[in-house]
């Protein structure tokens, strides 16, 4: 079965930065392949709705942000290494939660179009 691993997950500090990933596998299992799968990255903090925070398509070349990270997270992809990452820059305190990816078909942020999610990775930003 597809499995996505999240890990880079930590403590930093409020205006520093932080690389996330996400190794995908068993894609082919399913018939589907990580190449020609959207990825994307959710987070969800307690007593918060889970919220969407950025996408990519199959080749890196249509990424989407949401309103809150835009300017400050990267996401992109390695096809070749089935990875996915989530470059974090000039954190802060609000962008502590859980991080989760996701793999889907479509480019959507709404999460319950993905069909594949991670276990979720810790992120807590420290003012």
């Known amino acids: 079965q597809v499995q996505l691993v999240e890990s880079g997950g930590g403590l930093v500090q409020a205006g520093g930065s932080l690389r996330l990933s996400c190794a995908a596998s068993g894609f082919t299992s399913s018939g589907r392949t990580f190449s020609r799968s959207v990825m994307s990255w959710f987070r969800q903090a307690p007593g918060k709705e889970r919220e969407f925070v950025a996408a990519?398509?199959?080749?890196?070349?249509?990424?989407g942000y949401g309103d809150s990270v835009e300017g400050r997270f990267t996401i992109s992809r390695d096809n070749g290494k089935n990875t996915v990452y989530l470059q974090k820059n000039r954190l802060k305190a609000e962008d502590t939660a859980v991080y989760y990816c996701?793999?889907?078909?479509?480019?959507?942020?709404?999460?319950?179009?993905?069909?594949?999610w991670g276990q979720g990775t810790q992120v807590t930003v420290s003012s």
């Open positions: 996701a793999g889907g078909r479509v480019v959507t942020t709404n999460w319950v179009s993905y069909d594949y």
């Open positions: 990519i398509n199959w080749s890196g070349s249509t990424t």
